[in-house]
């Protein structure tokens, strides 16, 4: 991965994967999450969900934590006091001091430690009867094509009764999943793909090959979409 020409493309995104305030919302109630909640967006990219979060939370705090984004939600939050963000790995979120939490929010970033682990590593970061929700790769089709597997590259993305297993295999209680819309899609590739046109006369090789790399990748999305994309889990820790 070149990755100067990737963050030449990703940085100030205003998110780094789909997702929507809908999807927050509908989350927090489903949950019942208190007004006060400690709640943790886990790989928050630039912090695209935050505001979502703190309308959902009204008296209660929202860490922000990423590994190569958690400044820019920081920065982007800087005049919010119920807000932070920090630039840090989240597989170690129970050695924050807001831990443990009583929500861990995890839009398209859990399938980076995969599904056995993901849900076991969160689990350690949140209080009994504490939530999870992310958003996780999932084929919605018994057969997907060889360009919906192929959107996936190499991750081992499953069917929807798959996922389930592994999270309750977890010791977590399904509290509810849906599919993150094609609007929350659209979230994140639309303000990619105005980058793109504006970086785009000129750029050099390396980065025509990034940009190009990134417009594919919403061009598979818009082809596939019906066969595949995020799964929204939402699952209780047992107390
Ligand atoms: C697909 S993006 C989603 C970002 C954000 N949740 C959103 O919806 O805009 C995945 C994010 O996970 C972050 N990430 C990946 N591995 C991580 C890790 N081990 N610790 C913290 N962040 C990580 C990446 O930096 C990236 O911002």
């Not at 994967?17 to 919302?25: L, N, T």
């Not at 929010?105 to 009867?129: I, N, Q, R, S, T």
């Not at 849906?178 to 990619?192: C, K, L």
Request: net charge negative.
């Amino acid at each position: 991965m070149d990755w100067d020409s990737f963050f030449t493309v990703h940085q100030d995104l205003p998110r780094e994967g789909p997702g929507a305030p809908e999807d927050v919302a509908w989350v927090c109630e489903l949950a019942g999450v208190a007004a006060d909640a400690m709640v943790c967006d886990a790989g928050s990219g630039p912090g695209g969900d935050v505001a979502a979060l703190l309308q959902a939370v009204p008296q209660g705090r929202v860490v922000a934590v990423d590994k190569y984004f958690g400044d820019a939600a920081d920065a982007r939050f800087a005049d919010e006091p119920r807000a932070r963000g920090i630039s840090a790995d989240f597989s170690d979120l129970e050695a924050l001091p807001e831990a443990p939490f009583d929500l861990i929010w995890c839009a398209g970033a859990l399938y980076f430690l995969g599904l056995d682990e993901g849900p076991k590593v969160m689990a350690k970061a949140l209080k009994p009867g504490g939530v999870l929700a992310f958003s996780e790769p999932c084929f919605f089709v018994d057969n997907p094509s060889p360009e919906a597997v192929a959107f996936w590259e190499d991750y081992p993305t499953q069917s929807e009764p798959a996922i389930r297993s592994a999270v309750e295999a977890a010791g977590f209680e399904i509290l509810g999943t849906r599919r993150v819309s094609d609007a929350g899609w659209e979230a994140y590739f639309q303000p990619m793909e105005a980058r793109i046109a504006v970086l785009r006369p000129e750029a050099d090789a390396k980065l025509t090959a990034m940009l190009d790399l990134c417009a594919d990748e919403a061009a598979a999305w818009r082809a596939i979409k019906d066969q595949t994309g995020y799964l929204l889990v939402v699952a209780r820790k047992s107390a």
